[in-house]
């Protein structure tokens, strides 16, 4: 049974995503999907936070998916471990690459639902390039502070596999494009691509455009790149804020330490052109871009070993304090 029922009107046939899912929790709602167990849509007192899709519409840009057993690009899908040389499937023929991992077209199974609360399950078998088992947890909470998403992977194998996850919500205040939006990134460090894109090093954002240390508005800056050495808030999490330039409330996404990295995309190259810029992609990730190349950032798991992390999404009142 569907967790809270569905907000939105039934339609003929089964939604391009799958079954809907709906939780609740005082003046907030979110709708997860059964494809992905995607977070299609996240408001408060009817306002949008995400830029997300509709009910009748299949998820493009990768909007609310989560990313596992890798985040970002894998470069040529291809890549060594423990001798073996994998060849992953090229999602992103375009560039070449595999991107975004394995799991966000399967369907996911309920493992347990309540009003304000729904976990997925779903098993991830051996397949092209992945040869492994990973059994996998997603689980959506809402509570006074926001929205809290818990991901976790278990080596299901009899051997160690190479792990990382991210996930991919595009934040709005509202605004049709986001150039006019303030937006705050904490990270003092970010990686430049090549035309795959794939990192091709370090560099400090002081005095580039992608600076976004202090709120500002993005006006017309075009970002695809990773972001790390995260400023974190005395909680411990790295958050992104985004704001109205009217001072309107605005919306933060937050990251644990199991999330070192931020990916921010402006979404500039999306296929579809009236989603282009209509939306800021902040994507915490736990490693690089290409760490099944690189190992940056990538975890190691043994057979029968977990990895749990956790990010957010908290509505921000006016003045820049958690609503």
Same mark, same amino acid.
């Given at each position: 049974?569907?967790?809270?029922?569905?907000?939105?009107?039934?339609? #003929?046939?089964?939604?391009?995503?799958?079954?809907?899912? !709906?939780?609740?929790?005082?003046?907030? !709602?979110?709708?997860?999907?059964e494809v992905g167990a995607a977070l299609r849509r996240y408001h408060v007192d009817g306002?949008?936070?995400?830029?997300?899709?509709?009910?009748?519409?299949?998820?493009?840009?990768?909007?609310?998916?989560?990313?596992?057993?890798?985040?970002?690009?894998?470069?040529?899908?291809?890549?060594? @471990?423990?001798?073996?040389?994998?060849?992953?499937?090229?999602?992103?023929?375009?560039?070449?690459?595999?991107?975004?991992?394995?799991?966000? @077209?399967?369907?996911?199974?309920?493992?347990?639902?309540?009003?304000?609360?729904?976990?997925?399950?779903?098993?991830?078998? #051996?397949?092209?390039? @992945?040869?492994?088992?990973?059994?996998?947890? /997603?689980?959506?909470?809402?509570?006074?502070?926001? /929205? !809290?998403?818990?991901?976790?992977?278990?080596?299901?194998?009899?051997?160690?596999?190479?792990?990382?996850?991210?996930?991919?919500?595009?934040?709005? %205040?509202?605004?049709?494009?986001?150039?006019?939006?303030? #937006?705050?990134?904490?990270?003092?460090?970010?990686?430049?691509?090549?035309?795959?894109?794939?990192?091709?090093?370090?560099?400090?954002?002081?005095?580039?455009?992608?600076?976004?240390?202090?709120?500002?508005?993005?006006?017309?800056?075009?970002?695809? %790149?990773?972001?790390?050495?995260?400023?974190?808030?005395?909680?411990?999490? #790295?958050?992104?804020?985004?704001?109205?330039?009217?001072?309107?409330?605005?919306?933060?996404?937050?990251?644990?330490?199991?999330?070192?990295?931020?990916?921010?995309?402006?979404?500039?190259?999306?296929?579809?052109?009236?989603?282009?810029?209509?939306?800021?992609?902040?994507?915490?990730?736990?490693?690089?871009?290409?760490?099944?190349?690189?190992?940056?950032?990538?975890?190691?798991?043994?057979?029968?070993?977990?990895?749990?992390?956790?990010?957010?999404?908290?509505? %921000?009142?006016?003045?820049?304090?958690?609503?």
């Open positions: 049974m569907d967790a809270g029922g569905t907000t939105e009107t039934p339609q #003929a046939g089964l939604p391009p995503s799958g079954r809907q899912f !709906t939780i609740s929790y005082e003046r907030q !709602t979110a709708l997860i999907t306002r949008d936070l995400l830029d997300g899709y509709a009910q009748g519409e299949m998820c493009t840009g990768a909007r609310g998916q989560s990313l596992i057993p890798w985040p970002n690009r894998i470069r040529d899908g291809r890549y060594t @471990w423990k001798g073996q040389e994998e060849q992953l499937d090229l999602s992103e023929p375009e560039k070449g690459g595999a991107i975004h991992g394995l799991t966000r @077209w399967a369907n996911w199974e309920v493992e347990r639902s309540s009003e304000s609360s729904i976990a997925f399950v779903h098993t991830q078998h #051996a397949c092209q390039g @992945w040869p492994w088992v990973l059994e996998c947890h /997603l689980e959506y909470s809402l509570d006074e502070t926001g /929205l !809290t998403v818990r991901t976790t992977a278990v080596n299901r194998s009899s051997t160690p596999c190479p792990y990382g996850t991210g996930a991919h919500p595009y934040l709005t %205040v509202g605004t049709p494009h986001i150039d006019p939006a303030q #937006a705050r990134v904490p990270g003092s460090v970010y990686l430049p691509v090549d035309e795959q894109g794939i990192p091709t090093g370090h560099r400090p954002v002081e005095g580039t455009p992608y600076d976004l240390r202090e709120m500002q508005a993005l006006g017309d800056r075009q970002i695809d %790149v990773t972001y790390t050495e995260l400023e974190r808030d005395d909680d411990g999490r #790295a958050r992104v804020h985004l704001a109205h330039p009217d001072g309107s409330p605005g919306v933060a996404l937050w990251s644990d330490e199991a999330y070192p990295y931020f990916e921010i995309f402006t979404g500039d190259t999306l296929p579809q052109e009236d989603r282009r810029r209509t939306g800021l992609g902040v994507e915490p990730m736990t490693c690089a871009p290409n760490a099944f190349n690189s190992g940056e950032g990538l975890v190691t798991l043994a057979p029968g070993e977990s990895h749990t992390g956790t990010w957010g999404i908290e509505p %921000v009142a006016r003045g820049g304090r958690s609503a």
